[in-house]
């Protein structure tokens, strides 16, 4: 099991959450998917992250080219500055 989380700077938050939670229930039907979920930062009001369950890290990376990225980075786009991703694997 390999827990991803993706870090994200973006601007216009309240532009961004509602098509980062689109994404997000998107992103659960891919292969390998077994949670993803949105986070805001309280305190950082540019600060979102992504928390995410996959069976492994190439199922994440096939997700990174797949359906729900075609879909909905276009539109997440404009608001992304910048992210990190993290991987952790189950032990």
């Given at each position: 099991?390999?827990?991803?989380?993706?870090?994200?700077?973006?601007?216009?938050?309240?532009?961004?959450?509602?098509?980062?939670?689109?994404?997000?229930?998107?992103?659960?039907?891919?292969?390998?998917?077994?949670?993803m979920?949105?986070?805001?930062?309280?305190?950082?009001?540019?600060?979102?992250?992504?928390?995410?369950?996959?069976?492994?890290?190439?199922?994440?990376?096939?997700?990174?080219?797949?359906?729900a990225?075609?879909?909905?980075?276009?539109?997440?786009?404009?608001?992304?500055?910048?992210?990190?991703?993290?991987?952790?694997?189950?032990?």
């Amino acid at each position: 099991m390999t827990l991803v989380i993706t870090d994200n700077i973006v601007k216009d938050r309240g532009a961004y959450l509602p098509l980062a939670k689109a994404f997000a229930e998107d992103g659960k039907t891919e292969k390998g998917c077994h949670e993803m979920m949105v986070y805001a930062d309280p305190e950082k009001e540019d600060r979102v992250v992504f928390v995410s369950k996959w069976d492994s890290k190439e199922d994440f990376l096939a997700h990174v080219g797949g359906p729900a990225f075609t879909k909905h980075i276009p539109g997440m786009g404009p608001y992304y500055v910048s992210g990190t991703d993290t991987f952790l694997e189950l032990v």
